[in-house]
């Protein structure tokens, strides 16, 4: 099982960006989803993230400016990231519950860079 995260880059405060993130490989079922990011000099911490149910969590500082959306018929989440801001600039990593022909765990993305200029 593999997770490929696109979408990111260089966009000035205000701007948007919709980061996706594709899990591949022998998937029987994909539990939660979510977005992590990890800013210079912080913490990686949790964004966002969305259940197989399709209930969704914020933090408390993109509520309002991002949404998390997901399409199970191409195992895929996105992250809709509208006004955003220079403290928004991190590396965003996607996270997936996956469980697959052996194992239910955790997998991560390889991590896609944005950056917000004020």
């Known amino acids: 099982v593999q997770l490929q995260a696109s979408g990111g880059g260089l966009v000035q405060a205000g701007g948007s960006l919709r980061l996706s993130c594709v899990a591949s490989?022998?998937?029987?079922?994909?539990?939660?989803m979510g977005w992590y990011r990890q800013g210079p000099g912080k913490q990686r911490e949790l964004v966002a993230f969305?259940?197989?149910?399709?209930?969704?969590h914020y933090l408390d500082s993109v509520k309002g400016r991002f949404t998390i959306s997901r399409d199970n018929a191409k195992n895929t989440v996105y992250l809709q990231m509208d006004s955003l801001k220079p403290e928004d600039t991190a590396i965003y990593y996607c996270?997936?519950?996956?469980?697959?022909?052996?194992?239910?765990?955790?997998?991560w993305g390889q991590g896609t860079q944005v950056t917000v200029s004020s």
């Open positions: 996270n997936c519950d996956i469980q697959s022909q052996y194992t239910l765990r955790t997998y």
């Open positions: 490989g022998s998937i029987r079922r994909i539990n939660d």
């Open positions: 969305v259940t197989s149910g399709g209930s969704t």
